[in-house]
């Protein structure tokens, strides 16, 4: 190990010798490649006994690791500067930064701090979160432990379903409803996205809800009934329906997230007849305005190119939907959204329902515009609504 590595793990060992030690930083992995991205080190109190929590951020997961001061610097020595170039030690009065070039120099950089630090020693520090893994249907759905710990392959679709929920706050909480909010939210699925809208609108906004879940696959539905039924979850159920024959007497909220190609037209569809408050939809697999296209045969200088024009085609088809739902009178809001499963589709379509007057002839000429640039004939969800 070169003098500087030497110099900068004597620093830490004082640090964590004198209770100096705030928090610690490793990164710019020596592998570019390497799954394992940073690692985040903090002293904690862990049944009166001082020790340095390791949360190891991976390209999908965290996992935390309690260790002594032997161990710590144990581990120290393994990543640096095998696994990472840079780490950086913050302690109460200076910052003390080691830099690794690629040919293996080591440099050291100290920085005196004005601001007055001190340590936290809290270790499983409570997070304001809108979704609370320890509520048991998590476990029951296969997403944490029994003690409710979040599993290791989980921790990517819990930051998603986290996402969803802050996504889902800032569009409800503005609005005003009167008594029971019914809501569908339509191809549910396994039901993750249900539950912590269930919980976010129930536990965290303190609504009173009738949600259905609606689901094609027999067995899904039979599986999770029985998760609400012995999770007592009251105003909440899965119906097997397809979204294209489910027709709501009743219905302020309607969600549909990743509906497959037209499915997403059906959902808005059965929204906008019942009059919901609020169309959220997250559409995906855009095929019938494409095919529209390709029969025609027009090209222009963008869509001659395959992946152009199936870009293309997305941005068309959601336009349109856009338009449709303002010429119902929904005021239309398109937003990026992070998609479950990590493909280009991140787009979020938004309508809320308002009371202003619509130029519907203006939408109408918006719409034909569109349609006759690109020789469209019809798009699917003008045909539901016999627009």
Wanted: aromatic share 8%.
């Amino acid at each position: 190990m070169s003098e500087n590595l030497e110099i900068f793990m004597g620093r830490v060992a004082e640090a964590a010798g004198q209770s100096t030690l705030v928090k610690m930083t490793l990164s710019k992995p020596a592998n570019k490649h390497d799954d394992l991205r940073n690692i985040y080190v903090k002293p904690v109190l862990i049944k009166e006994k001082r020790l340095f929590a390791f949360t190891y951020h991976y390209e999908r997961r965290d996992e935390v690791k309690n260790y002594d001061t032997a161990q710590m610097l144990d581990i120290l020595r393994e990543m640096l500067p095998t696994r990472f170039l840079n780490a950086v030690l913050f302690t109460v009065s200076e910052d003390v930064t080691l830099l690794v070039s690629s040919k293996g120099k080591a440099t050291i950089q100290t920085k005196k701090v004005q601001e007055c630090r001190e340590q936290n020693l809290e270790h499983d520090k409570q997070k304001n979160r809108l979704v609370n893994p320890a509520n048991p249907w998590w476990y029951q759905l296969g997403l944490t432990t029994r003690e409710g710990k979040i599993t290791a392959d989980m921790q990517h679709k819990f930051k998603q379903i986290y996402k969803y929920a802050e996504i889902v706050e800032s569009l409800v909480k503005p609005m005003k409803f009167d008594g029971t909010v019914h809501i569908a939210d339509m191809g549910a699925g396994k039901g993750y996205l249900t539950f912590a809208l269930y919980e976010l609108l129930t536990q965290k906004l303190n609504m009173d809800v009738d949600i259905k879940g609606v689901e094609i696959r027999p067995e899904l539905v039979l599986k999770i009934n029985e998760i609400i039924k012995s999770s007592n979850l009251k105003g909440m159920e899965f119906v097997e329906s397809s979204i294209e024959a489910y027709h709501p007497e009743k219905l302020d909220v309607l969600i549909a997230l990743h509906a497959c190609n037209t499915a997403t037209d059906d959902a808005i569809a059965s929204g906008i007849r019942a009059g919901a408050e609020l169309i959220v939809c997250a559409p995906c697999c855009h095929k019938q305005i494409r095919q529209e296209m390709e029969r025609s045969g027009r090209f222009d200088a963008i869509t001659r190119y395959g992946i152009f024009l199936e870009r293309q085609a997305v941005m068309i088809t959601d336009t349109i939907r856009a338009l449709i739902l303002e010429y119902y009178g929904y005021k239309t809001q398109v937003m990026e959204f992070i998609e479950m499963e990590h493909t280009p589709k991140n787009v979020l379509l938004v309508g809320r329902k308002t009371n202003k007057t619509v130029n519907k002839t203006e939408i109408m000429q918006q719409i034909n515009d569109l349609k006759t640039r690109y020789d469209i004939k019809q798009h699917y969800l003008e045909s539901v609504l016999n627009f």
